[in-house]
């Protein structure tokens, strides 16, 4: 493989992972350790696996067949496509509203800025990267540095909080608690919506396409999963040390709290880091996988799809301006991106069935098991709320 395909590979891997790992998903994952206490490890686990089973069905399907996912439902059934295409944008804008919010929350934490002020600014900073002669160079190469700075910054405060290793670990395989809604919610913010779509059309966006592509597309699936995993364990387990020891969290920025009670005022700045920059690599996923869901419905919206992004970004930014409430939007969002997963993945699982769209591809038997399995989970769990 050469060094050119190397860089697009680990581009759409952290494209991937840094679209999950948002603003919402820290929000997310510290609000419900709050609740679940260490059993959350377990609902951590099932969204993992979950995580597996719905990227590499989706990375294959779409990589081998050389079409978007819009492209592949319209093909399968006239009209499908627009109707996966609207419910993924609007996902995305709803989720985009949430990472607007989530950069303003960061830079607030760092500088004192208001978080309006700050969300406008980051905003801005996102429409600059696809402003580059070469947009999705720029996007890859953000993306990488801003994830490896999530890893780190994690793991100073999983390891400062000084966390209960062998009992959480215990309750993540056997846990004393269930909740359904954190598990649908967990999901949605991790492979909801546009999420499960991002790496898989950057890989063919850049040129990955075919069944010899297959190796490198399951790398890249699997990379993607496994610094998502780490990021969520670590965050749960910082906030474990956090919560156990006694301290108080506060409901209108949870994970700030985490942050500052490992840390102090250092732990803040560190917070208000690593928030935005989740935040801001989340706008830029959020935007491009949308917008991808969108470009081939028309050559003019293929021709201005760079012009189409920054008016998504400025939409959902200027949203979140009048609504503002961050943390509610944040947890919303996951929870809706939740209930379009199973559509999404029925649509494709479907698909892969189909020669005259897959051609002589026979798509593994135990993924198509798995992701049906996870169809069925995911509905279980949204009737369960009702």
Known sequence: MSVKSSKALLGAAFLMATSAVG????????VFTEQLVTSFGFIILISVLIDLCVQFNIWQIVTVSGKHAQDLANELFPGLGYLL?????????????????????GIEAMTGVSVKTGAAI????????????????????????????????ILYIAFTSNPPFAEAIHHTFIPEKFNAISTLTLVGGTVGGY???AGAHRLLDSGFKGEASLPQVNRGAATGILVTALIR??????????ILAGARINPENPTASVFENAAGQFGRQMFGLMIWSAAITSVVGAAYTSISFLKSFHPL??????????????????IFLFV??????????????GF?????????LIASRRSRLMGTYKHPVLLQIAGWLVVLVLLGLSVNLF
């Open 23 to 30: 603003p919402g998903f820290l929000t997310q994952t510290t």
């Open 85 to 105: 295409a609207f419910l993924i944008v609007l996902g995305g804008l709803a989720f985009n509203i949430g990472n607007v919010a989530g950069a303003g929350l």
């Open 122 to 153: 980051s905003a801005m900073m996102a429409v600059g990267i696809f402003l580059f002669k070469e947009a999705g160079k720029a996007m890859d190469m953000f993306t990488k540095i801003l994830g490896l700075v999530m890893i780190a910054l």
């Open 195 to 197: 999420i499960s779509f």
């Open 233 to 242: 364990y670590f965050l749960f387990l910082a906030t474990l040390g956090i």
């Open 301 to 318: 919206l293929e021709k201005y799809q760079t012009y189409l992004t920054i008016i998504f970004i400025l939409i959902s930014t200027i």
């Open 324 to 337: 503002g409430k961050p943390v509610k939007v944040l947890i919303f969002v996951g929870t809706l991106n």
């Open 340 to 348: 379009v997963l199973p559509i999404a993945l029925t649509i494709l």
